[in-house]
């Protein structure tokens, strides 16, 4: 499924309203996941997430982004990882006028996490080995019934459950997993 990698450095300018966040995978196929802080009116408080955010003036491009985030919000210096490529822009389904640039990083080994105040809590999941199903999750006091991926306490949903549907697709050669 190459077709869905773009291998371009940055594939945009980056601006308002658009965002980078990181799928940072093991060799041995664990993808880091990151639990955000509850705060009152963010749609997306106490969820499971891909770490990442919002572009910056300072930043030159949708790369510079991605790397300023995840070293914000986790400490990981992703210059130090291999940048396997980007999925396909997206946008969440109740903002749709964000964009969202999901980039594929690959490390040998697991690198240290060090939560920032934004976060509350991080997993390594099994890329291939999260269980797919429907189930109930809350979003702004209200229950919705959707596709979920589920390991142990973590459940996946939403703009995060669709990126890593992507990534399943791909084989695991072309992400470089053993």
């Known amino acids: 499924m190459a077709h869905i990698l773009s291998k371009e450095s940055s594939p945009a300018r980056g601006g308002p309203r658009e965002t980078a966040i990181s799928a940072i995978l093991t060799r041995g196929g664990e993808l880091l996941v990151v639990k955000r802080c509850f705060r009152p009116g963010d749609p997306w408080s106490s969820h499971w997430a891909l770490p990442g955010g919002f572009w910056k003036d300072c930043d030159e491009n949708i790369l510079q982004t991605v790397i300023r985030e995840v070293g914000e919000e986790v400490g ?32 040998d080994e697991k690198p240290p996490v060090r939560l920032s105040k934004e976060l509350v809590d991080f997993r390594w999941v099994p890329l291939f080995g999260l269980e797919e199903g429907r189930g109930r999750v809350e979003m702004e006091g209200e229950m919705l019934d959707t596709d979920i991926f589920r390991w142990r306490d973590v459940v996946i949903w939403g703009l995060t459950y669709r990126v890593v549907s992507e990534l399943r697709l791909i084989s695991r050669d072309e992400l470089g997993l053993q």
Do not use: Q
Not at 76 to 102: E, F, S, T
């Open 76 to 107: 990981i210096d992703l210059r130090g990882l291999k940048l396997i490529g980007w999925l396909k822009p997206k946008a969440p389904r109740r903002a749709p006028d964000i964009v969202v640039y999901p980039a594929l990083f690959l490390t």
